[in-house]
């Protein structure tokens, strides 16, 4: 943000833009009713024509009803009635929090890491990738709550004062979880709502009907785009994304401390923390791939996510898979090496195709994960948006199995042999798993309805450098000093 | 209805509208080389430089964050050290009405274990670093704010999209309101306005 050592990528902004096109490309698609209500296609009902908003919300809204009723029923009737039981404790409710808090880090990474590192093609995507972040983590942390078994107790996991005389047992990786997720999701918001603040003033200024006007103007608080005002919105822009970047990595590697601090075998691995950290941006943006290639199209965003962002956005998934498939590599290197019978047991159960009843899961890891990410290789693949779309949802897949393997599987034959057992999920397991990936869509296009989902003032600051490399002769001719671009 | 006061409308800022950043940039070194000193840009994105050249400056937010995080750190073991009895003063002494430690001999582990300890004391640092960053930018900025006098003038409208516009405010020391006026066209700016104030009076 500050200081601009680099050239533009002129492929970053794609058309003849100015100031106020952007304005109209990004902002009326909120102000603009009409616009969700189009193209009207066919839908599989006879007769029933819908645009593509509507289809994607009311699939959200129908699971989101099926969620409803799952937490209903498990609270109605217990835990029971999930899956989960000796010796697997810890089945699909762990697997999906687990899957859910990675697929939110891609949104911090770029929105942090890349704002430090002075990407900008971060710009146009982040908002999308934060809104994905915070939903995500209310997915997730969904699943520890009604885990708890008693939800409406839920706050005896914070250290408050209390008559039992009860304080939380800080030693544990269950604690820290509770502190890790609960600031990540409060610190994400945050920061989403701080990068939302001047867009809001753009809105309320833009805006034509007096709901709009008076909404937008009570989320601006009133702001004005001072240069005073700025230039600390930007310090404190910076200051949170130098704080969100060791957060993020926290985050991640905390939910890895739940198991890795654990004896079971398949648990107890130094190598967590970074490959769960990967692991979690390979997923993340997966998913940033996945609602950004239909969300371009549906809102002919074409000219601001660009072919060059899907290009770089499949090079980071490539890479940290790579790193993600390191890890793997190590896990049974690890227990190969380590020599210990129970790690060595662990291995053949995950991986012997005949002997272990899990070991399709296992595989279907290594395919989606390791193997199908691979085409990323090909630069024409990663122009392509169906092969695109095909990988982003083989990880997001391989990243669920990932989980499933490492959680339910390792537990199901630990040390003693006279407690091995199996796992098998329950219809109601699926539901609040479908329930959840539900909420995320149904939030998603809620969000694509009221708020921009692309940075608005980050944009038109991406125009004016680019517009200024391209006329810096002029302004060396004009005697500007050059220090006024740092 | 009068209270005895003077409420009618005063001078506020005489603004200056401009099509392009760099040329509110110029315009701004031009009125600070006019020896206008309480000036301010309104404009839709940051304009790097700005500040320098109103010579304005302000470091408060980082101090306000770092002290954050400190207190966030210190706030964390603090917790963690006094709930888990980890040091041995007398239990009466730390008692708060009722309150006491609850110690926990886990895994024979000593009651403070300064490295288990440190995730939720670093999660603390973090929260509270970014609750300093977020609502000190916010109270530095004086934001909420609703309504201010520079909403007045019609060109604040665009403001948010594509006008950069330029003020002096009336509490400059060499504030006369014609002469800025005049001083202002000669940058040659889309328009200048006057913008009065109600408030405060």
């Not at chain 1, 999308?128 to 409406?152: D, K, N, Q, S």
């Not at chain 1, 997720?181 to 603040?197: A, D, E, N």
């Not at chain 1, 227990?335 to 291995?347: D, I, K, N, Q």
């Not at chain 2, 839709?44 to 966030?72: N, Q, R, S, Y």
């Amino acid at each position: 943000m500050s200081g601009n050592p680099t050239p533009v990528d002129k492929e970053l902004l794609v058309g003849q833009h100015t100031d106020a096109s952007l304005d109209a490309t990004i902002g009326d698609i909120i102000l603009d009713q009409s616009r969700h209500n189009e193209p009207q296609v066919k839908t599989p009902i006879k007769g029933l024509m819908s645009s593509p908003w509507q289809i994607m919300f009311g699939i959200g809204f129908l699971l989101v009803n099926v969620l409803l009723l799952s937490i209903t029923m498990l609270i109605w009737n217990g835990i029971g009635v999930w899956g989960n039981n000796q010796p697997v404790g810890w089945g699909f409710d762990i697997v999906n929090f687990v899957w859910w808090i990675g697929i939110g880090h891609a949104g911090t990474l770029i929105s942090a890491v890349l704002l430090l590192l002075r990407q900008r093609w971060r710009n146009s995507i982040n908002r999308m990738a934060e809104a994905m972040t915070i939903f995500a983590v209310m997915c997730a942390g969904l699943y520890p709550l009604l885990h708890t078994g008693r939800p409406w107790v839920a706050y005896w996991l914070f250290p408050y004062p209390n008559w039992l005389g009860m304080w939380p047992q800080f030693r544990s990786p269950l604690v820290w979880d509770v502190f890790a997720v609960s600031t990540y999701m409060t610190v994400s918001i945050l920061f989403w709502f701080v990068g939302l603040i001047p867009d809001f003033a753009t809105l309320r200024d833009r805006a034509k009907s007096k709901f709009a006007q008076f909404a937008f103007a009570g989320l601006s608080m009133g702001w004005r785009g001072s240069a005073k005002h700025w230039h600390r919105y930007e310090h404190a822009s910076i200051m949170l994304a130098g704080i969100s970047t060791p957060l993020v990595l926290s985050v991640h590697t905390i939910v890895s401390f739940d198991f890795a601090m654990g004896i079971v075998p398949g648990w107890n691995v130094t190598i967590f923390p970074p490959y769960f950290v990967a692991g979690a941006v390979f997923a993340g943006f997966a998913m940033v791939i996945t609602f950004a290639i239909p969300l371009r199209k549906i809102y002919k965003l074409e000219g601001l996510i660009t072919m060059k962002h899907f290009d770089w956005m499949a090079k980071v998934m490539l890479a940290t898979g790579l790193i993600v498939f390191y890890g793997y590599i190590m896990e049974v290197f690890y227990a190969y090496y380590s020599g210990v019978p129970f790690e060595t047991a662990l291995l053949h159960n995950r991986i012997a195709l005949k002997d272990a009843p899990y070991s399709w899961a296992f595989w279907t890891l290594i395919l989606t994960n390791g193997v199908i990410p691979q085409l990323m290789w090909v630069p024409k693949f990663r122009q392509n948006m169906t092969v695109l779309l095909i990988v982003s949802t083989s990880i997001s897949i391989g990243m669920w199995f990932e989980r499933y393997v490492i959680i339910p599987i390792s537990l199901t034959r630990d040390y003693v042999p006279g407690a091995f057992g199996f796992y098998s999920p329950t219809l109601w397991d699926f539901g609040m798993f479908l329930g959840t990936i539900g909420l995320f869509i149904f939030l998603m296009f809620l969000f694509v309805r009221f708020l921009p989902m692309i940075n608005i003032f980050e944009m038109k600051e991406l125009l004016h450098q680019k517009t200024h490399d391209h006329g810096h002769d002029e302004d060396h001719a004009s005697g500007q000093p050059e220090e006024v671009l740092s | 209805m009068s209270h005895g006061r003077d409420t009618s409308p005063k001078p506020f800022a005489v603004v200056a509208e401009f099509g392009t950043a760099d040329a509110l940039l110029e315009a701004a070194k031009k009125t600070r080389a006019a020896g206008y000193r309480d000036m301010d840009a309104y404009t839709p994105i940051p304009v790097h430089g700005l500040t320098d050249v109103m010579e304005w400056h302000d470091d408060k937010l980082g101090w306000v964050v770092f002290l954050h995080g400190c207190a966030g750190f210190t706030l964390g073991y603090f917790l963690e050290w006094w709930t888990s009895g980890g040091i041995a003063i007398s239990n009466t002494a730390l008692q708060v009405n009722g309150l006491n430690p609850y110690p926990m001999n886990v895994g024979g582990k000593p009651l403070f274990s300064l490295p288990a300890f440190f995730p939720p004391a670093y999660e603390l640092t973090i929260l509270l670093a970014a609750f300093g960053a977020v609502f000190g930018m916010l109270a530095f900025n004086g934001l909420p704010k609703p309504h201010h006098p520079l909403f007045n003038a019609a060109c604040m409208g665009r403001a948010s999209s594509d006008r950069y516009i330029l003020c002096v405010e009336a509490t400059d020391p060499r504030y006369d309101e014609d002469a800025v006026v005049e001083f202002m066209r000669s940058l040659e700016p889309l328009s200048v306005e006057r913008v009065m104030t109600s408030e405060g009076y």
